[in-house]
């Protein structure tokens, strides 16, 4: 259990999970590029011990692998994994009486404890002292990747009605007065938005406190998405084996054993443009409004580490944030979905743009043709659902005599594409909400969502290399098999979704026109099929982050029956659309740079990099 980062980076490099970088590294683009390459190989954690333009060391990839995480919380995994349970199945108090005591125990034991003044150590500096770190060519400038971001209800304030949130905080750039003002991205929906618009209702701004480093768990206390009522700070607790220290400053919470801490307020309708910025989806998000907070003061503790992550196409370290928590949360959504036995939020794609659920059916056990009935009733569930709501594309199905894993993602999909009804499965939510982030649809978090339901005996036997009425296509070349059922083909660039509709019907046309192409589903239309055939992940990137269900789905033989869409033949429009955000493109020059690292002699050199 560790008291502090540096406890952790101590152990981490005992057992062999961590490299000390002893060079200099320009905190412009190269230690992004870095982290990036060592990541990729399934490298160790990374400690920079010379960090240009800053006496602070900084730390990343702590979380890039499954295994060295399970291995930092190694001691306090399995109680904490219990707790979470009791909170979602309080049943099992009372099945087993004696093993959940000690829970509680533990529970009481990690609440947290209230101290008095600034901690011993810490020592007041400015923004511009920190590791200005900026991850990609195009970033607006230097952000915080790894924050725990702090807020009080205004209208119950105390720690246990906190929020601890983590939102990307832009340190430089763009119009913020140096050293004076940070920009915070987030969405009115979060913790910290339902906190800021109390506070504006009252006339008032609202104190944040942002804290970086400190214990492991506390990072990961930010993004856990907890049961109603298990507050962040006593996860904190739980997991890190110690009680979470703070105390109050000024007015502000001081975390004791975060390494960085950030005090300042909100003030209402105070907004900068924030960004661009390399995200998660594999492109940039771009400048938009978003809330300035005035800065108070900046604290250090005495040998603080700056702990950071890249962010960029997935998979990435955040895969891993994704994989515990599943872990931790187990069978969570079983308890707010009943019904729902698995829901898998694809990495490759983005997280939210595709989601890949299995549920019940069992509302007509006698009907002789099977089809979704309950699944239906399910999707409207899981879209309505937290973090799910910002899904685009769900594929749900029951399971039969077949057992099922969703993270069997080409198996799985294959499954649904054998037995949809494309006259009869494919239902839409149009003018509906996003992700901010996801500019595949019609402006800032909006866009639509299509929900491909399929339950049932296989209709089709899906195709296994291209069929003969996808070859010699005017104006549609280079068809490539993606995996069984979907094949890509390359077509003119995207002008506008007029000229797109055209060509769309005209491709449907001639398909149709060459005979019932039962075997071939889906077909996706991009620029470049050679590249998204390449591997699974490269489809799932492509075809799930540059589309938009209303606006880039059509099919061959389409048409409305009693308002329902439905098709012969899925087309899905994949290509790039002037609209959307730029991919992320490392910079060939720092690409060069940093190869010195990674030669012999350098502290890399025993990573295997591609």
């Known amino acids: 259990m560790y008291r502090n980062l540096e406890e952790c980076i101590t152990d981490l490099e005992k057992h062999g999970h961590l490299i000390r970088i002893k060079e200099e590294v320009d905190p412009y683009l ?67 009486p004696f093993q959940n005591v000690g829970n509680g125990l533990g529970a009481i034991k990690a609440l947290p404890a209230k101290k008095r003044g600034l901690p011993a150590g810490f020592e007041e500096i400015q923004i511009s002292d920190l590791p200005q770190i900026q991850h990609w060519p195009m970033d607006g400038g230097a952000f915080i990747t790894l924050p725990q971001v702090y807020s009080e209800d205004p209208d119950k304030p105390g720690l246990m009605n906190s929020n601890l949130g983590m939102y990307r905080i832009q340190l430089s750039g763009n119009d913020y007065e140096k050293n004076q003002e940070i920009g915070l991205h987030y969405q009115i929906h979060r913790g910290i938005g339902i906190h800021q618009s109390k506070a504006s209702r009252k006339g008032e701004p609202l104190k944040v406190s942002i804290f970086v480093g400190g214990p492991p768990a506390h990072t990961l206390s930010a993004v856990m998405p907890l049961p109603e009522g298990l507050s962040e700070m006593l996860f904190a607790g739980l997991l890190s084996g110690r009680r979470f220290r703070y105390s109050y400053v000024d007015g502000y919470c001081v975390s004791h054993d975060a390494d960085f801490v950030i005090t300042g307020e909100i003030h209402p309708e105070d907004t900068k443009p924030e960004g661009p910025f390399g995200d998660h ?44 928590i599943h872990e931790l949360t187990g069978d969570a959504i079983k308890q707010e979905i009943p019904g729902v036995k698995e829901v898998h939020a694809v990495d490759a794609a983005g997280v939210h743009p595709l989601l890949l659920a299995i549920g019940s059916e069992r509302y007509t056990p006698y009907q002789r043709v099977k089809q979704p009935t309950e699944l239906l009733t399910l999707a409207n569930r899981i879209l309505g659902t937290g973090q799910l709501s910002l899904a685009k594309y769900l594929f749900l199905t029951a399971e039969d005599e077949r057992k099922l894993d969703s993270h069997d993602i080409a198996g799985f999909m294959g499954y649904i594409l054998e037995r949809m009804d494309l006259r009869r499965d494919i239902h839409f939510y ?10 595949s649809g019609t402006g800032l978090n909006s866009g639509s969502k299509v929900v491909l339901a399929a339950y049932g005996d296989p209709k089709r036997e899906l195709c296994r290399e291209v069929p003969d009425e996808l070859q010699s296509l005017r104006d549609f070349a280079n068809p490539h098999l993606v995996m069984p059922g979907v094949v890509a083909v390359e077509g003119p660039a995207f002008a506008d979704y007029g000229q797109a ?38 489809f799932l990137w492509v075809t799930f982050t540059r589309s938009n269900p209303s606006h880039d789905m059509y099919g061959v033989n389409s048409g409305y029956e009693h308002k329902h869409w439905a098709c012969d033949n899925m087309i899905l429009d994949a290509r790039i659309k002037p609209h959307q955000a730029p991919p992320l493109i490392p910079d060939p020059q720092v690409e060069r740079h940093i190869e010195r690292l990674f030669a012999k002699g350098g502290s890399l050199e025993n990573v295997n990099i591609k």
């Open 281 to 324: 989806l594999g492109y940039y998000s771009l400048t938009h409004p978003f809330p300035v907070m005035k800065v108070h003061k900046v604290y250090a503790k005495r040998g603080a580490i700056w702990p950071f992550t890249v962010v960029g196409r997935p998979p990435q370290e955040d895969t891993s944030f994704g994989e515990l």
């Open 430 to 439: 149009t003018n509906t909400t996003i992700d901010t982030l996801d500019y």
């Open 501 to 538: 509709a055209q060509e769309m019907a005209a491709l449907g046309e001639a398909i149709h026109e060459r005979g019932p192409l039962v075997s071939c589903p889906m077909i996706v239309v991009c620029d470049d099929s050679t590249f998204l055939s390449d591997t699974l992940n490269n």
């Open 30 to 96: 190269e230690m992004a590029a870095i982290h990036l390459k060592v990541y990729e190989a399934g490298g160790p954690a990374l400690l920079f011990e010379n960090v240009k333009g800053s006496k602070y060391k900084a730390v990343s990839n702590l979380f890039g692998d499954i295994g060295r995480s399970k291995f930092i919380f190694r001691d306090t995994w399995d109680r904490t994994q219990s707790i979470i349970a009791l909170r979602d199945d309080p049943m099992k108090a009372l099945k087993q």
